[in-house]
């Protein structure tokens, strides 16, 4: 193994250009190989000479990468690509389909362990950090109840779903929470709230000349996982309208857990992130768990985990006991 972890991106997109802005603030990484299924719009920003190779090449690259990052959609990309990959090298990805992540969690934990290798899947924000809130936040007070609002901000999933359908050139979706179940939240009640209850989405879509409009909006607003349980409004605009007026990638969202201890005692724990840039910030997250995925594997360990399964000193690039005197 090299002393620098070396890392691939797999895949050029919103996420994989924020690795690569990303890997220049961790002197402990460095850019390996950028993999894509096209050709990247214009040179990458760190370094000249970092290989660019199409996606169908990577597996000759088994010995020349230490973690391969997975910066594919949920949706079409990682379902296929996490275990293909997951047998080859070790892997990090932020596959976020929240219900599907047990069975994706399986396939991908069975092709590591054949393959010999780890990987580190649904990191991020979200999940990723905001799993483990709401894991310490019920672990601590369990007598209570946890909430997530999300945004307002660009759901770089829920974005790249409708993108994926038949028709659309370019589409950006916005995620945005009601405010009034947050307050009744914060303010200590415990309602009973549907994902209906707690969101809306607006998704605003460029589409092809010629394309069947109502079908592009039935079905993004019957979508499974995505759309279905939400109040969901489509707005077509053009394409120069969607680069001009929706270019920025913001997001974020509240953890909120309100509890009782003792005699009725009333607790409210949150966490939150506001974000200029999601790609970005998830990018952070995912090379945090590179070098936990690195250190594992060179600690013997196989198969697929998730942020719940890593100990946190494994995520810094300090020792143990330098971590344990700055931040303890």
């Not at 391969?68 to 596959?95: H, K, W, Y």
């Not at 994706?104 to 780890?118: C, F, N, P, S, T």
């Not at 929706?246 to 607790?267: D, S």
């Not at 690195?294 to 360990?301: D, N």
Request: proline share 5%.
């Amino acid at each position: 193994m090299s002393q620098t972890i070396r890392i691939g991106v797999c895949g050029y997109g919103n996420l994989g250009r924020g690795v690569e802005a990303e890997i220049v603030k961790n002197p402990d990484m460095e850019l390996a190989a950028v993999f894509t299924r096209r050709k990247p719009a214009g040179s990458l920003k760190i370094k000249a000479d970092v290989p660019v190779a199409h996606t169908s090449s990577a597996p000759e690259w088994k010995d020349k990468i230490d973690v391969l990052i997975l910066c594919g959609g949920s949706a079409n990309d990682l379902p296929a690509q996490g275990p293909e990959f997951a047998g080859m090298f070790n892997t990090v990805d932020s596959f976020d389909t929240h219900a599907k992540i047990p069975e994706y969690l399986k396939a991908v934990d069975e092709a590591a362990k054949a393959g010999g290798r780890i990987s580190v899947i649904s990191a991020g924000w979200d999940p990723g950090l905001f799993s483990l809130m709401r894991l310490y936040m019920e672990a601590v007070n369990p007598d209570g109840k946890t909430y997530t609002f999300w945004g307002r901000g660009v759901s770089q999933g829920h974005s790249e779903a409708v993108r994926g359908l038949d028709g659309v050139l370019d589409a950006i979706q916005y995620t945005i929470p009601d405010e009034s179940a947050a307050g009744r939240v914060r303010n200590g009640e415990t309602p009973g709230l549907t994902v209906r209850e707690k969101h809306t989405r607006l998704c605003y879509v460029a589409a092809e000349e010629g394309a069947d409009k109502a079908r592009i909006e039935r079905e993004i607003k019957e979508m499974p996982y995505y759309f279905s349980d939400y109040d969901t409004t489509v707005t077509f605009i053009s394409l120069e309208e969607l680069r001009r007026d929706h270019g920025k990638l913001t997001h974020g969202g509240n953890v909120i857990h309100t509890a009782k201890t003792g005699a009725g005692n009333r607790h409210l724990m949150e966490f939150s992130l506001k974000l200029d840039s999601n790609p970005e910030f998830t990018a952070s997250v995912l090379l945090a768990c590179a070098r936990a995925a690195y250190r594992l594997f060179e600690k013997g360990e196989r198969g697929a985990r998730t942020m719940f399964d890593i100990p946190p000193v494994l995520l810094s690039r300090a020792g143990v006991s330098e971590t344990v005197q700055t931040l303890l």
